[in-house]
């Protein structure tokens, strides 16, 4: 593996709840690759709220954690240069190449799920970046070379990093929305890391936006971005009426990215019959729930779906319209030793779209 160095700095989970943190610590470089295995040196990483959840265990009333297979490094939305290839992937991966790493970073490639050419995400085998996997907040990280995302011309490392998960989860719920070009389609959280994305991916869909978030600068951002209007909840407090007034019937779809217990509230409220409410912002409370009185689901044919992350093949097709120019993710910069500041941020919701670490040096 030429001149790869023998320790690499990371940030490593230390304690454990919501006083857990990621400070920067210097630990061996991972020994590899294994059988279908490429070594990526990571340039980029975007930090996900899931992220967060995972290194502060805001989902142990789920039972989900960390497990001891991460060794503590978190991170899904790695961007960076291919330094080993394995050759039972030589066909694959060169060094130089430019590889992504996903929140799902190996398939058994055998399961019905894998199968069936639209639904590998939920292969019970799967392992996962920052979960049952080693993550990308660390400068050298090995991962599945037949699961790997090549990064295409025209996109840089820091752009597509954010596009592993964050963007490929708003492209997806765009898809599940099921709204068609010229139709309507509400996002709620359109100001934030998901639903900026959102915002972009619906309007180059054809999809005929209306924004809904807090305050005069989520709604000038999500006004540029191509939504054709904005609701501030901070001023209005009744949004379905204001949907109707909108719409005439009301929305098409709507798409949850906010996890807030309001945001599930209203998400039926806003739909026409036959809608589609969309699933994806994951609360942090047992309470929160997606759904719609029974009555309400039956006289207007509601759906109610969930939507995560994507498949390789949603991913190279958000890749494509970053590629082309389309669709940009509004970025907030830091490097590996921002963790913990990018999480106080995003828990006090002042971190502007999406942060992304500079890990490499």
């Not at 992504?100 to 019970?124: A, M, R, Y």
């Not at 596009?163 to 709204?179: D, E, L, P, W």
């Not at 600068?217 to 501030?232: H, N, S, V």
């Not at 779906?305 to 590629?323: I, M, P, R, Y």
Request: hydrophobic letters at 40%.
């Amino acid at each position: 593996m030429g001149n790869l160095p023998e320790e690499q700095r990371a940030a490593v989970r230390q304690g454990s709840g919501a006083e857990a943190t990621a400070p920067v610590k210097t630990i061996p470089v991972p020994q590899g690759p294994g059988p279908g295995q490429i070594l990526v040196k990571i340039n980029w990483s975007g930090l996900c709220a899931s992220d967060k959840s995972l290194l502060h265990d805001e989902w142990g009333f789920l039972g989900i954690g960390m497990t001891d297979l991460t060794q503590g490094i978190a991170g899904h939305e790695g961007a960076g240069t291919v330094i080993a290839v394995h050759p039972s992937v030589a066909e694959l991966w060169r060094p130089g190449d430019r590889a992504g790493i996903k929140w799902v970073v190996s398939i058994c490639q055998n399961c019905e799920f894998c199968t069936n050419g639209t639904d590998e995400l939920h292969c019970p085998k799967q392992l996962n970046s920052g979960f049952t996997a080693p993550g990308t907040f660390q400068e050298y990280c090995l991962t599945d070379g037949r699961y790997a995302t090549r990064i295409p011309e025209g996109v840089s490392d820091e752009e597509a990093g954010p596009i592993m998960c964050g963007g490929v989860t708003a492209y997806t719920a765009c898809k599940r929305s099921a709204v068609k070009p010229g139709q309507w389609v509400v996002i709620l959280g359109a100001g934030g890391g998901l639903g900026h994305f959102g915002v972009q991916y619906a309007k180059a869909m054809g999809m005929r936006v209306i924004a809904v978030d807090g305050g005069v600068e989520k709604g000038k951002l999500c006004k540029e971005l191509g939504a054709e209007e904005y609701i501030d909840f901070t001023q209005v407090k009744d949004i379905p009426a204001k949907v109707v007034e909108l719409t005439t019937y009301g929305a098409h779809g709507c798409i949850v990215f906010a996890a807030a217990k309001e945001s599930y509230g209203i998400s039926y409220q806003v739909l026409r019959p036959g809608g589609t409410a969309v699933a994806v912002g994951l609360p942090t409370s047992g309470d929160v729930i997606a759904g719609a009185p029974p009555v309400a689901l039956a006289m207007k044919r509601i759906n109610i779906v969930g939507s995560v992350t994507g498949t390789t093949k949603d991913v190279q097709e958000c890749l494509d319209f970053t590629a082309r120019g389309i669709v940009h993710p509004i970025l907030t910069k830091g490097d590996l030793g921002d963790v913990d500041k990018f999480i106080k941020l995003m828990k006090e919701g002042k971190l502007p779209g999406r942060a992304v670490l500079k890990v490499a040096a």
